[in-house]
């Protein structure tokens, strides 16, 4: 791990102020993609995006939890919510789907050192609060193939990483976002 620029295949981490609200996000490059280090916690201003359990707390601690149509849109200007393809590019650089869950988790290392992608397991809103330490569920950008869906990422601390779930646009799950 370097957190020299000069090498596209470094590790780094930085950080981005969201110039919608101040937010400020831990950043981390890996391999040649640049991601949030934190769930998205950008407030919508509307009921499509929740803190979990309806507590303000649980956004500083896990983002805040979107509505499917609504994660399409939430990342700041210069960043997107990531493609199911630009998941699996960010985990075949950590060594494959089948290791990258530790890699990923809050204090993973590679080769001794701390990762820092320090994905959570913030649950979901699916008609009640679910989840919350358990599983972490992650929009993506990429179509589900049934009528308002899209594809997500299950994560399961110490378990595994999934690449091919489908959720209703309904549901209310975390957020990542990629560099443009």
Request: charged content about 20%; hydrophobic content about 30%; aromatic content about 14%.
């Amino acid at each position: 791990m370097s957190c020299s620029d000069d090498n596209p295949e470094s590790t780094s981490v930085n950080q981005f102020t969201d110039p919608r609200d101040g937010q400020v996000y831990s950043i981390i490059t890996i391999g040649t993609q640049t991601w949030f280090a934190e769930n998205l916690k950008y407030d919508i201003g509307d009921a499509t995006s929740v803190c979990y359990d309806d507590v303000s707390s649980n956004c500083f601690t896990y983002g805040r939890l979107y509505e499917g149509v609504a994660a399409q849109t939430a990342c700041p200007e210069g960043w997107h919510l990531p493609s199911i393809d630009e998941w699996q590019t960010l985990f075949d650089y950590l060594g494959g789907t089948e290791v990258a869950h530790v890699f990923v988790a809050p204090f993973g290392e590679q080769q001794g050192e701390e990762i820092g992608f320090n994905l959570l397991a913030a649950g979901r809103y699916f008609a009640s609060f679910k989840d919350v330490t358990t599983h972490g569920y992650y929009y993506t950008s990429t179509d589900g193939g049934l009528p308002n869906s899209y594809k997500y990422l299950t994560f399961k601390p110490e378990e595994f990483v999934s690449l091919n779930a489908t959720a209703s646009s309904n549901i209310k799950q975390s957020c990542r976002c990629v560099k443009d």
